[in-house]
């Protein structure tokens, strides 16, 4: 009887450019968890993958665009999300996915993200949270734990992280949730819903990073997923200022919101267009 | 007593610029800068430097957080490459332009795209303008120095410009080399405790920065300009200062082996070591080979240039990023205009090397030698060629 001949293959080969892979991801880095929860939601989604684009800025978690086989950029630091909207307005068919890093979003290029969830654009965003730039070796960020200890930091954070869930609520998001990268399942559906939301859809996901943020609090990449399993409720519809990251007091999870609300394109249409009658 | 250490140069400069007792540190992480304040942070956090330490949210960021530390009278530091450094290139002319001595290094890195995050000098060039004065390091040693340099030239109250000091990224920021690190009681002999001539303050208010209408804008920028060439007698100055109390030599432009040569290599930062074995070797083999390095990008020394070049019958420039459709990489184009203005026209051949962190060997500059000699002994036109790029 002929052996059948292995050919090493992953249900996800079609939307990874495999020639890349070897990653860069440190063992025990959460973002190639979250990164096949976004492929695997994109697979099963029925969307056509000829009009999926995925934007990526600078860090660890940016490196997403260049991994997958759809048509992506590989954006400059923070500028992910500009550079979506701006593909998005160009082309209102193509769906757009932005997958990135805290320190991208949410820092160098924290005003473009509160400005695309005030125009309700139809971008689906997440963010791999590991609270710290991981990429540059472990520096404090703006996601970074109070007195969490980086290598900017040494004697601990003094300052307050952002509640990603509700500033990106606050400041007009409607499709908010939150996952961690434990959660993969729930994850998995969440970046589905997402992408089939109209508005700005963004989901937070909980990453570890054993070798920027880990080593220097005492945290194991076990140890981690620990909190994750144990320090973590999952509560749909919770109020985004409940969502503040302190696995001390426990963190929630969940889908927080998800409203309907006209989106960037439909209102710049109905605004800045003369009607066709009008146009003669 | 300073001490003679094995360090990371990066580690160095932390290093020195705490001893230079800095007031105010704003930065945000950027490879392959991040180890200088990343160390600064740790001398702020172990006590060993009385400093504000701000872990911004981007350079920009850290450029305005420096501009307003230094217009509070606060001593400034900061640090960044390439991508870093062009979002900050906003402020960084507003630093400049309002007088305000700050001092930051850079980790000298190519500018996307594509990506790239090794060395070459496209960040460097591209901050020509900035109106900051900018020096040029080739190996750890000299980042220390420059940067105790640069603090006392800064905050000469006849100069009050902000100043860079380059070094290669990863070439020399991620080396560990041998380097005297000079002691507290040293750098406060060479360096006067900060007097800012130009500051905020409630009992004799100013205001920095409003409006400038077309009546007095053209001034400014002459003032400007004043200032800068007016430095550079006092760049001179502090590093004769410099050798008096440390006893290594500084000047604008540096020369090896120049003596008798007919072809003159121009160089900038850490390939100058590469080149002068290149040129020990040449010399062995009886060409006349020499180098030139320049220590001072800004303000631009073209007289000491211009003096130097003008004793050889062809120089090689070799420049390490480009300016698209100029045919003269952009150190090239400035010593044309400087032999031009000086009324000397020797053979000049320019070779674009090194970008974005491709190797620049011994060999290569071998090539670029014999390329130059048979130009002009052929008297071919004077060429421009970017080394080694696969077509």
Same mark, same amino acid.
């Given at each position: ?280 | ?148 340099? &640069? @603090? =006392?030239?800064? %905050? ?7 100043? +860079?000091?380059? *070094?290669?990224?990863?070439?020399? $920021? ?74 290594? &030599? @500084? =000047?604008?432009? %540096? ?7 007919? +072809?003159?290599? *121009?160089?900038?930062?850490?390939? $100058? ?119």
């Amino acid at each position: 009887m002929k052996k059948a001949k292995a050919s090493p293959s992953h249900p996800l080969d079609a939307l990874v450019r495999t020639e890349r892979i070897p990653h860069i991801w440190c063992p025990g880095c959460g973002i190639g968890t979250a990164f096949s929860a976004c492929l695997m939601a994109l697979h099963t989604s029925g969307l056509d993958l000829d009009k999926t684009v995925m934007v990526s800025g600078i860090g660890c978690s940016g490196r997403a665009a260049g991994y997958t086989r759809l048509d992506s950029y590989h954006t400059t630091h923070g500028r992910a999300i500009p550079f979506a909207t701006g593909m998005k307005l160009a082309k209102p068919e193509l769906q757009v996915i932005v997958f990135s890093g805290d320190g991208d979003l949410f820092a160098i290029g924290g005003n473009h993200i509160i400005h695309a969830a005030r125009r309700n654009i139809d971008l689906t965003v997440l963010c791999v949270n590991n609270l710290n730039y991981g990429m540059t070796g472990g520096q404090v960020a703006a996601t970074t734990p109070t007195l969490a200890k980086t290598t900017t930091t040494p004697r601990g954070n003094p300052e307050q992280p952002f509640n990603l869930p509700l500033l990106v609520y606050a400041a007009g998001a409607t499709y908010v949730a939150r996952w961690t990268i434990l959660h993969t399942r729930d994850l998995t559906q969440s970046v589905q819903e997402a992408l089939h939301h109209k508005g700005f859809a963004f989901i937070e996901v909980l990453a570890p990073c054993p070798t920027g943020y880990g080593r220097r609090n005492k945290e194991r990449p076990l140890d981690t997923l620990k909190l994750y399993q144990e320090r973590t409720l999952i509560k749909n519809g919770a109020n985004p200022a409940e969502a503040f990251l302190d696995f001390e007091r426990g963190v929630v999870l969940g889908k927080f919101v998800e409203e309907q609300r006209p989106t960037c394109i439909e209102m710049y249409d109905r605004t800045c267009r003369l009607p066709d009658s009008a146009a003669g | 007593m300073g001490k003679r250490v094995g360090m990371e140069v990066s580690i160095a400069a932390a290093e020195v610029v705490g001893l230079c007792d800095v007031d105010v540190i704003a930065a945000y992480p950027i490879t392959p800068q991040t180890h200088i304040v990343e160390h600064l942070s740790e001398l702020v956090a172990e006590g060993h430097l009385d400093a504000e330490f701000v872990p911004v949210e981007s350079e920009h960021s850290a450029m305005s957080t420096c501009v307003g530390a230094a217009a509070a009278g606060a001593r400034t530091f900061t640090s960044t490459s390439s991508q870093g450094y062009a979002l900050m290139a906003e402020i960084c002319y507003i630093a400049s332009s309002l007088r305000l001595p700050i001092v930051m290094a850079v980790a000298n890195r190519a500018l996307s795209a594509p990506i790239n995050i090794w060395n070459d000098h496209a960040d460097m060039m591209m901050s020509r303008d900035t109106g900051w004065i900018q020096t040029v390091a080739e190996n750890g040693q000299e980042v220390v120095d420059l940067l105790l340099h &640069a @603090y =006392r030239v800064a %905050e000469d109250p006849r100069v009050l410009l902000p100043v +860079i000091v380059n *070094l290669d990224g990863f070439t020399l $920021s991620h080396m560990i080399e041998p380097i005297w690190l000079p002691d507290k009681e040293e750098v406060d002999r060479y360096l006067p405790p900060y007097k800012p001539k130009l500051r905020l303050d409630p009992r004799n208010p100013m205001t920095f920065g409003p409006v400038g209408m077309p009546e007095v804008y053209t001034e400014a920028k002459k003032a400007q300009d004043e200032a800068m060439n007016g430095a550079l007698p006092v760049i001179i100055e502090a590093w004769g200062e410099f050798e008096k109390q440390f006893g290594r &030599a @500084y =000047r604008p432009v %540096e020369t090896y082996k120049t003596d008798g040569a007919e +072809i003159l290599f *121009l160089t900038m930062g850490s390939i $100058s070591e590469t080149a002068m074995t290149a040129v020990d070797k040449m010399r062995a083999e009886g060409k006349k080979v020499g180098l030139v390095r320049l220590r001072l990008w800004r303000p631009f020394p073209a007289k000491e240039l211009v003096d130097v070049l003008k004793r050889a019958k062809a120089v090689a420039v070799v420049d390490r990023a480009m300016a698209f459709s100029t045919r003269s990489g952009p150190l090239c184009v400035e010593v044309k205009a400087a032999l031009y203005d000086h009324g000397v026209s020797p053979y000049v051949q320019n070779f674009i090397a090194g970008l974005g962190g491709r190797d620049v060997t011994v060999e290569d500059f071998e090539a670029m030698a014999a390329k130059t000699g048979d130009g002009l002994s052929k008297g071919l036109p004077m060429a421009y060629e970017i080394v080694n790029v696969r077509e």
